[in-house]
């Protein structure tokens, strides 16, 4: 790969110091993984750890293949995974609403915030008693806790985002003679991206976990279940790679929502 040859970017910082900073910040984010798992093949190879609590690298790895192979573990990683984009997509639709709603209107926020505000002082799994005594635990449960999980965060992100939005821009609003919508479209919402986006992202992450958690305590299927199951059948080697399946996927849903964000974002500066 050729490294850029101009002098410097737009920030005076030169563009071969550039390119080199961030592919030393790449691998030294790989540093530390690997820095664990050099440190567990030491463990495993010298015994520290009896082979029934703490498994070779290797032997992970090959049961890791003989579960893809044969479709046991992306059929569970499936599963959570439908279960999240549904449960979080209606949590976010609800929390973006419910965030503006409050956000444009003092009085709505008056008769709201105080009780959503103790509503979500109550862990998200400390809901499944009593849901599961309403709607069983069923799939049903699974997607109101996943979408009480993103609900929280989204809603305050989005409510504390339209706030901050400086009232002068309003007012060239008012000057302009733009309507409510446009005024919400084209100030509003911009102004608010970034701390909507901060709430979208801690959303799926609370999405994530809450998924998990709850398919810990009532789920035949899923990656929650495989942690259970891999426990109960002294399987160390499931529970790990269950671990690290879940750990994989939320870290890349997260990097994802942040691509996205730098991408929106770019796009609004260039409109401006």
Not at 55 to 81: C, F
Not at 225 to 232: A, K, N, S, T
């Amino acid at each position: 790969m050729a490294i850029p040859l101009e002098i410097a970017g737009d920030d005076g910082i030169p563009n071969w110091r550039r390119f080199f900073k961030g592919r030393f910040s790449s691998l030294s984010a790989l540093l530390l993984p690997v820095l664990l798992i050099a440190l567990w093949w030491l463990a495993s190879a010298r015994g520290w750890l009896p082979e029934q609590i703490l498994p070779a690298p290797s032997y992970v790895l090959q049961t890791a293949g003989d579960m893809i192979m044969s479709g046991e573990l992306l059929y569970h990683a499936a599963v959570s995974l439908r279960r999240v984009v549904f449960g979080f997509t209606i949590g976010a639709g609800l929390g973006l609403g419910l965030g503006i709603a409050m956000g444009l209107s003092a009085r709505l926020e008056d008769y709201i915030k105080p009780t959503f505000l103790a509503f979500a002082q109550i862990p998200t799994l400390g809901w499944i008693p009593l849901l599961m005594l309403l709607v069983g635990i069923e799939e049903t449960l699974k997607i109101i806790i996943i979408a009480k999980g993103a609900l929280v965060p989204i809603t305050l992100n989005t409510f504390s985002g339209i706030r901050s939005v400086p009232g002068k821009y309003v007012e060239v609003g008012k000057a302009l003679r733009f309507s409510r919508w446009q005024t919400l479209r084209l100030i509003v919402l911009p102004g608010a991206i970034p701390s909507i986006f901060t709430g979208i992202r801690y959303g799926l992450t609370h999405a994530w976990t809450s998924l998990v958690g709850v398919e810990l305590l009532a789920s035949s299927e899923g990656l929650g279940y495989l942690l259970v199951w891999g426990r109960q059948m002294f399987w160390l080697d499931t529970v790990i790679i269950a671990m690290i399946v879940i750990g994989l996927i939320g870290f890349a849903m997260d990097k994802g929502l942040n691509g996205a964000e730098v991408f929106i974002q770019r796009w609004k500066k260039e409109g401006l």
